[in-house]
């Protein structure tokens, strides 16, 4: 497993040995990755300068041959950088669709490399035919405080794999996008400025239908789950611009024709630039590389939208506001969000109609609380000294319906349970912040009868010393804790519908750091006897794999202490992993 990735980031990007490895841990997406495959083909270089509003832009072609019938798929993306630069976000695309959203390490003097696999045999409708491939990662070198390039080089690896109840992959994968392949641009919605919505006219006989949707924060959403409501943002006016606003609640919505049909509350990504740079390197944040994915079923809409009409699908990312009637209001900017609506056929061309069609939607259910702490002085003026407050949410949602297609009546049903909570603790201007969140879900869809559950809990402190001359006249620091986890068990539909999976999967991620990162002029690098990390990630998995090569189990244990590794353990069975626990109290730090 190991010689594939070293020998491919190598031979691919021309780095030295002396370059640090950066990672993140993550199950393999098989077992005999080290293996030949049936034909591997580079489908991708470039060196990422300048190249915001440039993309690289290239042609797909499908292999041939033995490999024409190919049944897995499974993408090595490769990369090196080598100076000072900020981290990047990435995203890869076939025509309109988005294949993978990903994140850039940011780089030593002495260089880093990296290196990821992602299966993507779910858009085989995709890679089984000539395709604009659109990969973007806006960078930015100016010779001065920005010197890093992105070598990147994607390379396509094919499988003849078989798979034990069959390989039925979607046929029709449609986009949820703003269609801008065609200018040699990716297709991302920003929201909430976008529309977010386009019109798709669906198969008559479709008898299965998931949309898989990515969303991440950017700019002033880019730490969310930092962020204060509104009408809290100047608390301290001190130190303005350091809060944003719109609350730390995210929804992403996806409606049908105006309707609502599913939600995301996302999980909260930590890039490698997020509170402390030195905090993700050479262990990278849970799902920095690979930003997930999350999938709503809408099965029991079909027989509302084969009647050979357009019908329309949007997304809209929305956060709390408590002046709202609903407590439902806008974001900031920005969110990028795009989708894909993956559709199963029937075997006759008989069209898919509803008997009965129900949809329940309730929530989401706010409670929030504040205080603010008060200091005044002897001639008599205020001065908040700290802002606590605690966010609450939970939301329910059923969609149902009976679908008489060629084969007979089905029954469907896709259902949501969501639950919130987000509690801060400013003090010293905001600079000290404190913050405890969970989000936690279930959903069950008509693919299977298994439920899925998540759970994604996140302690962080973090305390800014930065001067008032500003952060490049005088060089400030950051000490941050942080340990959150993400735990989820069950299935994809769409894995499932294709024939990938044939039951349950489950993955433990646990990541704990204490950093201390002393920044310099550039802003993007740290000062060396100053810096200090500790951090450790433990990762489990369990899987239900239908194909011939799938990973049944996997663990990696890694401890980490300023920019090397200590300890690197994986290996093809589970693991314990720790619960995520309070953080140690910190002088000065708020008490949440």
Not at 244 to 272: C, H, K, M, N
Request: aromatic share 10%; net charge negative.
């Amino acid at each position: 497993m190991r010689l594939i990735q070293s020998t491919l980031v190598l031979a691919s990007c021309r780095l030295s040995l002396g370059a640090l490895e950066v990672f993140q841990a993550a199950p393999p997406p098989r077992l005999d990755l080290d293996a030949a495959p049936a034909c591997r083909q580079v489908i991708a270089e470039h060196s990422f300068g300048n190249s915001y509003g440039a993309p690289f832009v290239g042609a797909y072609a499908p292999p041939t041959g033995e490999c024409a019938d190919f049944t897995t798929a499974v993408f090595n993306l490769s990369v090196a950088s080598a100076g000072q630069q900020y981290d990047r976000l990435a995203t890869l695309w076939l025509g309109d669709v988005e294949v993978w959203r990903t994140s850039t390490a940011m780089p030593v003097a002495a260089g880093i490399r990296w290196s990821l696999q992602k299966d993507v045999t779910a858009w085989r409708a995709l890679l089984a035919r000539d395709q604009k491939l659109v990969l973007d990662l806006g960078n930015l070198v100016d010779g001065d405080r920005y010197t890093g390039l992105f070598n990147v080089t994607l390379e396509a690896l094919y499988f003849n794999d078989e798979y034990e109840a069959g390989f039925t992959p979607a046929p029709y994968i449609y986009p949820i996008s703003t269609l801008a392949s065609s200018s040699d641009a990716p297709s991302l919605f920003s929201l909430p400025g976008d529309s977010g919505a386009v019109n798709l006219t669906l198969p008559r006989n479709a008898e299965s239908a998931v949309v898989s949707l990515m969303a991440s924060g950017n700019g002033a959403e880019e730490f969310w789950f930092t962020n204060v409501p509104s009408e809290y943002v100047d608390t301290f006016p001190e130190n303005p611009g350091w809060l944003y606003g719109y609350s730390p609640f995210r929804e992403v919505q996806l409606l049908i024709d105006g309707q609502l049909a599913g939600v995301s509350w996302p999980f909260p990504i930590l890039f490698t630039g997020g509170v402390d740079p030195g905090a993700w390197r050479p262990v990278v944040g849970i799902d920095a590389f690979e930003l997930p994915a999350f999938e709503v079923d809408v099965t029991p809409w079909l027989g509302l939208l084969t009647d050979g009409q357009p019908h329309t699908f949007q997304f809209c990312v929305v956060g709390f506001d408590a002046a709202a009637e609903n407590g439902i209001g806008t974001v900031g900017e920005n969110w990028y969000v795009s989708g894909s609506l993956f559709v199963w056929v029937g075997d006759t061309t008989e069209q898919t109609v509803a008997q009965s069609f129900s949809s329940e939607v309730a929530g989401p259910a706010f409670d929030f609380h504040s205080s603010i702490g008060m200091a005044v002085a002897q001639d008599g003026t205020v001065t908040n000294t700290s802002l606590y407050f605690g966010l609450t949410a939970t939301r329910n949602l059923t969609v149902s319906a009976t679908l008489m297609t060629g084969t007979g009546p089905r029954d469907v049903t896709w259902t949501q349970s969501l639950s919130f909570s987000n509690i801060q603790n400013m003090t010293d201007s905001a600079f000290n912040q404190s913050l405890a969140m969970v989000t936690s879900g279930s959903h069950s869809n008509s693919a299977s009868d298994i439920v899925s559950h998540y759970t994604y809990p996140l302690n962080l402190f973090s305390a800014y010393d930065v001067q008032s001359s500003g952060a490049t006249t005088n060089p400030g620091s950051v000490l941050c804790l942080a340990d959150r986890s993400k735990l989820t068990d069950g299935v994809s539909a769409i894995s499932f519908l294709t024939g990938m999976s044939k039951g349950p999967e489950s993955l433990r991620t646990r990541q704990n750091v204490t950093s201390s990162y002393h920044w310099n002029s550039t802003i993007v690098e740290g000062t060396e006897g100053l810096d200090t990390m500790d951090g450790e990630v433990w990762l489990s998995y369990s899987g239900g794999s239908a194909g011939e090569a799938g990973v049944a189990a996997y663990h990696r244990y890694a401890r980490e202490k300023n920019d090397s590794v200590l300890v690197d353990e994986e290996g093809w069975e589970e693991i314990e992993v720790p619960s995520t626990v309070p953080l140690p109290y910190v002088d000065g730090e708020p008490m949440v």
